[in-house]
């Protein structure tokens, strides 16, 4: 069992950068990946990007628009999703989620085992 929590949103202006964290209940590193998703309002679930099992990252480039980066911090089981350059649309709540699932089923949904609460991202002028 992993329990998942996302801090970090809040209120920002377009072209300005927030930082989420997601902390784990156990340590991830080597055992879960770790994706984080979005969910803007009247809208589907949209994967943004994940780390690895073991490091590897990937994004959804649609979204992240080189805009993005996730990094750790393994010891305190912490992931974040830094995002540069935030615009309107990248309005939503932002999830962060564990996968103990192959490299291949990355950007997959239904292959996440374990949710946080979510944390909301405001874009806004």
């Known amino acids: 069992q992993v329990e998942l929590v996302e801090s970090g949103g809040g209120l920002v202006q377009p072209g300005t950068s927030l930082t989420l964290s997601c902390t784990a209940s156990?340590?991830?590193?080597?055992?879960?990946?770790i994706g984080w998703f979005r969910q803007a309002p009247g809208k589907e679930r949209e994967f943004v990007g994940a780390?690895?099992?073991?490091?590897?990252?990937?994004f959804n480039t649609e979204i992240a628009k080189g805009r993005f980066t996730i990094s750790r911090q393994t010891t305190k089981n912490l992931v974040y999703l830094q995002m540069n350059n935030l615009q309107s649309d990248d309005t939503a709540v932002y999830y962060c989620?564990?996968?103990?699932?192959?490299?291949?089923?990355?950007?997959?949904?239904?292959?996440?085992?374990?949710w946080g609460q979510g944390t909301q991202v405001t874009v806004s002028s």
């Open positions: 156990v340590r991830t590193f080597g055992t879960y990946a």
């Open positions: 780390l690895g099992r073991t490091g590897q990252i990937t």
């Open positions: 989620a564990a996968n103990r699932a192959v490299w291949s089923t990355i950007r997959q949904e239904s292959h996440y085992i374990y």
